[in-house]
């Protein structure tokens, strides 16, 4: 998903086509978890160093003015946690963090959380303690 364009394609219809491909492929019902990773490493970069924010755009790294490219188009138009096969406490939750950093005006990390990465990283804890209490 890191170089989808919202303006050309469907995140739903990608999603659909990737589904039907792994059933093609003899995998029943497909957990798909939407995700882009390299603006999530962008963003955690950008959050571990608060000064950030006061430097000049101008005088920022290409890594660094990439990643706040990129807040900007997951904020804007991309919101990959809403398509997560997650059970809906964990959503709520999702939600609950998303609404937080709306409050505190923090695009940064409104935009770690569209970027599907936390929600990848809570089903992960999920299913390290399920096979903990097995």
């Known amino acids: 998903m890191e170089y989808l364009d919202p303006k050309e394609e469907n995140v739903t219809d990608v999603l659909n086509a990737v589904r039907e491909y ?3 492929m003899g995998i029943e019902n ?4 939407p995700a882009s990773s390299l603006a999530a490493l962008g963003i955690r970069t950008l959050l571990s160093d608060p000064e950030i924010e ?3 755009e101008d005088d920022l790294d290409d890594a660094t003015y990439d990643a706040k490219g990129l ?3 997951l904020n804007r138009s991309l919101h990959f946690e809403k398509y997560a ?3 809906k406490s964990k959503k709520e ?3 609950t963090e998303l609404s937080q950093t709306k409050q505190n005006n923090d695009e940064n990390k409104q935009a770690l959380i569209h970027s599907g990465i936390p929600t990848i ?3 992960l804890v999920e299913l390290a303690n399920e ?3 097995k």
């Open 22 to 24: 792994l059933e093609d």
């Open 30 to 33: 497909p957990n798909i978890y």
């Open 54 to 56: 006061n430097i000049d």
């Open 71 to 73: 807040v900007r188009k």
């Open 85 to 87: 096969p997650l059970p």
């Open 93 to 95: 939750k999702i939600s």
């Open 121 to 123: 990283e809570a089903r």
């Open 131 to 133: 096979l903990a209490n």
